[in-house]
């Protein structure tokens, strides 16, 4: 995750982007991984080093290119936004259980976390999910995903796929930003 990222989440506490290393160590500035989280919506962004195609539960083979994905959910249970470090968990090998379909992907030798965006208190979860698929280039492989994330909900998906990560992560950031100051 660049610097830049980190100084500019400061700015909007409505709008936090945290980086994985932060949440591993318990030093992430909304007690993500200290399990101290408030609830919201989170987008985990991830590098997709090389192409690859998964199993995901029901939804049979996904496939991604070589980039990024992103993907967006919500936590407004007892743990609230602590469900992002398991999903960080998952990407990092520590944890093997794949129950949301996002940990099939997420722990994938060939994908990474690169960073979450979060947006605290925030209730915007298919909100962003559709704002992110209309506003990412929707690729075959985009289309190949849908229903991906969407099994309690109308979205068409979840889940956005693009050319590199750090375009993804200032789409997810931007889109973000303009929900929460709605």
């Given at each position: 995750?660049?610097?830049?990222d980190?100084?500019a ?21 909304l ?15 991830y ?16 496939t ?11 936590a407004?249970?007892s ?8 999903h960080r ?13 996002v940990d099939y ?8 976390l ?12 298919c909100?962003?999910?559709t ?16 229903g ?6 109308t ?22 930003a ?5």
């Amino acid at each position: 995750m660049r610097d830049a990222d980190a100084v500019a989440a400061t700015d909007d506490p409505r709008l936090v982007v945290v980086d994985p290393a932060a949440i591993a160590g318990g030093t992430d500035p909304l007690g993500i991984g200290e399990g101290t989280a408030p609830p919201g919506t989170y987008v985990l962004v991830y590098s997709v080093a090389a192409p690859l195609t998964a199993e995901v539960g029901a939804l049979g083979s996904v496939t991604f290119d070589a980039g990024a994905c992103a993907y967006v959910g919500s936590a407004f249970g007892s743990n609230g936004l602590g469900r992002v470090d398991r999903h960080r968990r998952v990407a990092a090998g520590e944890h093997d259980v794949q129950h949301w379909h996002v940990d099939y992907v997420g722990s994938h030798p060939n994908v990474s976390l690169d960073a979450v965006v979060v947006a605290p208190h925030a209730a915007v979860e298919c909100r962003l999910a559709t704002e992110l698929r209309a506003s990412v280039d929707a690729s075959a492989a985009t289309a190949s995903l849908d229903g991906f994330g969407a099994s309690d909900c109308t979205c068409v998906s979840h889940i956005v796929a693009a050319s590199d990560a750090g375009t993804l992560r200032s789409t997810v950031r931007e889109a973000v930003a303009r929900l929460v100051r709605e």
